[in-house]
Nanobody
Framework: QVQLVASGGEFVQAGGSLVLSCGGS????????MGWFRQAPGKEREFVAV????????EYPDSVKGRFTISRDNAKNTVYLQMNSLKPEDTAVYYC??????????????????WGQGTSVTVSS
């Protein structure tokens, strides 16, 4: 079992930065691949970033590549999402997710086993 709690979302002006955090509990956290997804009102859940258990592999969609950075600190059971140069289209509820076992770089939300509760990011123009 892995329990996840996401935090750090808030209202920010376009061009600004935010850091989202996802704290995990459970002894298997350090062996989980971790992902960030987002969902805007009326839209499907969208892949944002993924990092493997060691932090050695990461992947992003083109929409955030070069602006967002995912990282993790397994000693603290925490994953971070650094978001820079935010745009109004980044407005969404952001969710962290954990995947245990199998391929570690998975970009489809259905490939994850545990989810945090979501944290809201609003970017004004």
């Amino acid at each position: 079992q892995v329990q996840l709690v996401a935090s750090g979302g808030e209202f920010v002006q376009a061009g600004g930065s935010l850091v989202l955090s996802c704290g995990g509990s459970g002894r298997t956290f350090g062996r989980c691949a971790m992902g960030w997804f987002r969902q805007a009102p009326g839209k499907e859940r969208e892949f944002v970033a993924v990092i493997d258990w060691s932090g050695g592999s990461r992947e992003y969609p083109d929409s955030v590549k070069g602006r967002f950075t995912i990282s993790r600190d397994n000693a603290k059971n925490t994953v971070y999402l650094q978001m820079n140069s935010l745009k109004p289209e980044d407005t969404a509820v952001y969710y962290c997710a954990a995947r245990i076992g199998g391929p570690t770089i998975v970009t489809f939300w259905g490939g994850y086993d545990y989810w945090g509760q979501g944290t809201s990011v609003t970017v004004s123009s």
